[in-house]
């Protein structure tokens, strides 16, 4: 059976950290804002034995129909499962305003609880397995973070994982 892991989190939760070091590992896929393999035409043509999706909540605005989605890939024979990236809210919130996800802080918070409620009730709904990795134990436990997650996701994560901690700004004296 081919395999389809989705990688989903709020904006600024890390999904394009994550999606780098599991398209390290030897899976399919981009780990940039253009994602190939969101369109399931694209999965039938190059047919990846291992493919990665990422998908921020919201992705370009809008609230992905990631149910029907994962419903397709079973349809065309893929074994599918997720990891939710969480992070710091502080920190997560921040980025979102920094990066011009959002203007403020309140539609930060209230887009991110949004993501989540979103991203839960449609991976609960497709009863596919899913776990949660924050952003965190990426910069403080890097090789057990990796190592527990190829374990369970059955991936061969590089030595070399270039993870940086880009908290520390939102922390900083300068940072309000």
Known sequence: MRNAIIVTGPESSGTRNLTRLILESGYSGKSGHSQPYTTL???EIDKPENLVV????????????????IAELKKIGYSVRAIITTRDWNCMIK???????VNSIDQAKIR???????IFSHLNYSKI?????????????????????GNVYQLDFP??????NGNKKYYS???K
């Open 95 to 101: 980025s979102q305003v920094r990066t011009g996800h």
């Open 54 to 69: 990422r998908w921020s909540i919201p992705h370009s605005d809008q609230f992905v129909d990631l149910s029907s989605f």
């Open 41 to 43: 035409s694209n999965v």
């Open 173 to 175: 004296s300068e940072e």
């Open 129 to 149: 397995y899913y776990e949660t990795v924050s952003y965190e134990s990426l910069i403080y436990r890097p090789i057990e973070t990796l190592k527990n997650l």
């Open 159 to 164: 030595l070399r994982h270039r993870i940086k």
């Open 112 to 118: 991110t609880r949004q993501a989540y409620q979103h």
